[in-house]
């Protein structure tokens, strides 16, 4: 058999994006049994640098073996039981996939539907918390199918008012804009190792408040879920609890993880934030001249994905795939109702630089023969 022989592509998508050289090293190292003290002390490492990518003090703070969709089960298959009112903030699929999963698990679900590329309405998912008094009050932070960034400061203290826990999806956000999970009180957060951590997809790291542990603990139903069950994984992961064997973990992942945590922390998160936030600024620029517009007014927009209104009679699917194929650039198309009417554009982690928005810009005007 021929060795693999993959195009080179610049990854301008909704994730993965493309990867850093260490980060392409740590994936080649050796293997390690699971239970090999050097790998377990890697473990260790990992969980710590996670808290402090997401800014928390939570013990219980792990990579989830999976992409970030793991993370999303993991979150609701240990919290939910049949029958728990549950309020989701919908407003693109990533809101839609959280509500449908509680509606998997027997849950009462309420959809606070908005518009797709507009945040929620903070006051509606406030009252709704006060009449409905869910288990689980759920939003997703950097929803990527529209570009629209959700901000979860203020909501906890009313969610926990009204007896239940704060679910905040920063699949997309984590290391790439403010993820701040202790100042939010945010009780379990999830996210995905492809985006902003440049790495490549199948690790979701999460983390559960004490309050959202407590909650696990008094569960009167077993967890729906051999693999993602959180009391299973935390025997294998509590360094005081003996590491009995749940699930083998992938190994070269967290190899990987634990470099691109490493790079995320010696560029510090705000300055990592920074350049997110330069990059788009950069992009929706470069771009105006073009005729594309952002979807998404300021104030709500994520940085890591930019989501651009096209300019009238662009033949939006044709030039993607000369983008792809011609040039190897992959940017993504709109989802759902947004299909065919936008661009979603991914400035993440690695490659949020200036070099490659100029890249795309300067092949955009070739192709467009402007
Ligand atoms: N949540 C958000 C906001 C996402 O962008 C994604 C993936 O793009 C997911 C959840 C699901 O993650 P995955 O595709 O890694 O399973």
């Given at each position: 058999m021929n060795a693999l022989a993959i195009p080179p592509r610049l990854l301008l998508g909704p994730g993965p994006g493309n990867l850093p050289p260490e980060v392409l090293a740590a994936l080649a190292q050796p293997l390690l049994g699971h239970l090999d003290p050097v790998f377990l002390t890697l473990v260790e490492e990992v969980k710590e640098m996670l808290r402090r990518v997401f800014r928390t003090a939570n013990p219980v703070t792990f990579p989830v073996s999976g992409t970030g969709s793991a993370g999303m089960e993991a979150a609701l298959v240990n919290l939910l039981q049949p029958g728990d009112r549950v309020l989701v903030a919908v407003n693109g699929v990533f809101g839609v996939r959280l509500a449908n999963l509680a509606d998997r698990l027997g849950a009462n679900t309420l959809r606070l539907e908005s518009p797709w590329g507009r945040a929620f309405d903070r006051a509606a998912f406030l009252a709704a918390v006060a009449s409905e008094r869910p288990r689980l009050a759920c939003l997703v932070n950097g929803e990527t199918s529209t570009g629209v960034w959700q901000d979860p400061?203020?909501?906890a203290g009313p969610v926990h008012a009204a007896g239940g826990l704060l679910v905040v999806d920063c699949v997309t956000s984590l290391a790439g804009q403010e993820v701040a999970v202790d100042d939010w009180q945010a009780d379990v957060v999830y996210a995905g190792?492809?985006?902003?951590?440049?790495?490549?997809?199948?690790l979701a790291p999460v983390t559960f408040s004490p309050r959202a542990l407590e909650a696990f603990r008094a569960?009167?139903?077993?967890?729906?879920s051999f693999y993602l069950d959180l009391g299973e994984i935390l025997k294998y992961l509590?360094?005081?609890?003996?590491?009995?064997?749940?699930h083998t973990a992938p190994i070269s992942m967290v190899y990987a993880l634990h470099q691109a945590l490493s790079l995320v922390l010696d560029e510090g998160l705000e300055a990592r934030w920074q350049r997110h936030h330069d990059a788009a600024a950069q992009l929706i620029t470069a771009l105006a001249p073009l005729g594309f517009t952002p979807l998404v007014p300021e104030g709500e927009r994520l940085h890591p994905l930019t989501t651009l209104k096209l300019p009238a009679g662009l033949d939006e699917a044709g030039l993607r795939r000369r983008l792809l194929v011609e040039e190897g650039i992959e940017i993504g198309g709109g989802l759902g109702p947004l299909a065919g009417t936008i661009w979603r554009i991914g400035l993440m982690g690695?490659?949020?630089?200036p070099e490659h928005v100029e890249r795309l810009v300067s092949t955009l005007k070739c192709l467009l023969g402007r």
């Amino acid at each position: 058999m021929n060795a693999l022989a993959i195009p080179p592509r610049l990854l301008l998508g909704p994730g993965p994006g493309n990867l850093p050289p260490e980060v392409l090293a740590a994936l080649a190292q050796p293997l390690l049994g699971h239970l090999d003290p050097v790998f377990l002390t890697l473990v260790e490492e990992v969980k710590e640098m996670l808290r402090r990518v997401f800014r928390t003090a939570n013990p219980v703070t792990f990579p989830v073996s999976g992409t970030g969709s793991a993370g999303m089960e993991a979150a609701l298959v240990n919290l939910l039981q049949p029958g728990d009112r549950v309020l989701v903030a919908v407003n693109g699929v990533f809101g839609v996939r959280l509500a449908n999963l509680a509606d998997r698990l027997g849950a009462n679900t309420l959809r606070l539907e908005s518009p797709w590329g507009r945040a929620f309405d903070r006051a509606a998912f406030l009252a709704a918390v006060a009449s409905e008094r869910p288990r689980l009050a759920c939003l997703v932070n950097g929803e990527t199918s529209t570009g629209v960034w959700q901000d979860p400061a203020g909501l906890a203290g009313p969610v926990h008012a009204a007896g239940g826990l704060l679910v905040v999806d920063c699949v997309t956000s984590l290391a790439g804009q403010e993820v701040a999970v202790d100042d939010w009180q945010a009780d379990v957060v999830y996210a995905g190792t492809q985006k902003c951590l440049s790495c490549p997809p199948g690790l979701a790291p999460v983390t559960f408040s004490p309050r959202a542990l407590e909650a696990f603990r008094a569960r009167t139903q077993p967890v729906p879920s051999f693999y993602l069950d959180l009391g299973e994984i935390l025997k294998y992961l509590d360094a005081g609890g003996g590491r009995a064997y749940h699930h083998t973990a992938p190994i070269s992942m967290v190899y990987a993880l634990h470099q691109a945590l490493s790079l995320v922390l010696d560029e510090g998160l705000e300055a990592r934030w920074q350049r997110h936030h330069d990059a788009a600024a950069q992009l929706i620029t470069a771009l105006a001249p073009l005729g594309f517009t952002p979807l998404v007014p300021e104030g709500e927009r994520l940085h890591p994905l930019t989501t651009l209104k096209l300019p009238a009679g662009l033949d939006e699917a044709g030039l993607r795939r000369r983008l792809l194929v011609e040039e190897g650039i992959e940017i993504g198309g709109g989802l759902g109702p947004l299909a065919g009417t936008i661009w979603r554009i991914g400035l993440m982690g690695h490659n949020a630089r200036p070099e490659h928005v100029e890249r795309l810009v300067s092949t955009l005007k070739c192709l467009l023969g402007r």
